[in-house]
Nanobody
């Protein structure tokens, strides 16, 4: 099982940007996904990317503001977050996708990282 480590979270003002990174312990050509979880809420889908990086899917709430990408040579997946809003505040997790479809469901992912906190102030 691959181990994933997220980084890049922090405190930012509304309208600002952050780039999250998810480093894998070994080479993985699996699809990958980003999820987030706010206090008192369920973990929700943010974005997913195919193993080649050619296919991406986004939650409606982040479409046009967030971009998921990957560098397979570095075993790293990124989430560029622009125009951040207070409602984007959450712990962000990356995970490995178990199937080839662009699933938005947590049960279709494994190898969850420990998460990185993103806080957007108004």
């Amino acid at each position: 099982q691959v181990q994933l480590v997220e980084s890049g979270g922090g405190l930012v003002q509304a309208g600002g940007s952050l780039r999250l990174s998810c480093a894998a312990s070994g080479r993985t050509l699996s699809g990958m996904g980003w999820f987030r979880q706010a206090p008192g809420s369920e973990r929700e889908f943010v974005a997913t990317i195919s193993g080649t990086g050619l296919t991406t899917v986004y939650a409606d709430s982040v479409k046009g503001r967030f971009t998921i990408s990957r560098d397979n040579a570095k075993n790293t997946v990124y989430l560029q977050m622009n125009s951040l809003k207070p409602e984007d505040t959450a712990v962000y997790y990356c995970a490995r996708r178990l199937s080839g479809s662009s699933s938005r469901t947590t049960r279709d992912y494994d190898s969850w990282g420990q998460g990185t906190q993103v806080t957007v102030s108004s």
